[in-house]
């Protein structure tokens, strides 16, 4: 069974920083690329950073670049994403996520979410 | 950032077919493959097309998806009660570089 345990979320201040964890299971972690995604209260997804199978290509939306981090480690099986700099905006609930790439390029399995609130 | 377009609403009665629009650019639906998650509240979304038109293992055949140049469309058949849920599309995006996603579709079941 295809596992993705998101850990880290909280509540911190503006200007503060988080560190989210993903530990994965149910499939081979080293041969997939690994997504954030998260989410603001009551609105819509938004993709925030990839990153590819061995650590060496990431991407990131505009938003975050420059503050956030993602990272991974294949022998724990684990996904990263460190931010800094916090802003209100970035309160959402964070979805670790596997991306697909065969008929097409897609996030297949997600987790269950860790909500990130900054605020004073 | 929503670069992709979907009405914010669709609605039926059981039984009926609903369609939701999604619309993008070159970059995006255009030129790569286009995707659909279902969503309830308080959970997280669940992967229902991808590449255009394919179901994964365990999503009803009532749910299909198409594209057309920069649009993609999903329909839903035969439509329950517990399709309820927000919809939304998705596709790489080259210009940007990453995942877009679409605004998002309430569907109600009336």
Redesign the interface.
């Known amino acids: 069974e295809v596992q993705l345990v998101e850990s880290g979320g909280g509540l911190v201040q503006p200007g503060g920083s988080l560190r989210l964890s993903c530990a994965v299971s149910g499939f081979t972690f080293s041969n997939s690329w690994m997504?954030w995604?998260r989410q603001a209260p009551g609105k819509?997804?938004?993709?925030v950073?990839?990153v590819k199978q061995d650590g060496t290509e990431k991407?990131?939306?505009?938003?975050v670049k420059g503050r956030f981090t993602i990272s991974r480690d294949n022998a724990k099986n684990s996904l990263y994403l460190q931010m800094n700099s916090l802003r209100a905006e970035d309160t959402a609930v964070y979805?670790c996520a596997r991306d697909?790439i065969?008929?097409?390029?897609?996030?297949?399995?997600?987790?269950?979410?860790t909500l990130v609130t900054v605020s004073s | 950032?929503?670069v992709l377009t979907q009405p914010p609403s669709a609605s039926g009665t059981p039984g009926q077919r609903v369609t939701i629009s999604c619309s993008g650019s070159s970059s995006n639906i255009g030129s790569?493959?286009v995707?659909w998650?279902q969503?309830f509240p308080g959970?997280?979304?669940?992967?229902l097309i991808?590449?255009?038109y394919?179901r994964?293992s365990g999503v009803s055949d009532r749910f299909s998806g198409s594209r057309s140049g920069t649009s993609a469309s999903l329909a839903i058949s035969r439509l329950q009660s517990d399709d309820e849920a927000d919809y939304?599309c998705?596709?790489?995006d080259d210009s940007?570089?990453?995942?877009?996603?679409?605004?998002?579709t309430k569907v109600t079941v009336l």
Do not use: M
């Open positions: 997504t995604v819509g997804l938004e993709w950073a990839n991407y990131y939306v505009d938003s979805y697909r065969d008929s097409g390029t897609y996030i297949d399995y997600w987790g269950q979410g | 950032q929503s790569n493959t995707n998650y969503q959970t997280a979304p669940k992967l991808h590449s255009h394919q994964p939304y998705s596709a790489w940007l570089n990453g995942y877009v996603f679409g605004t998002g």
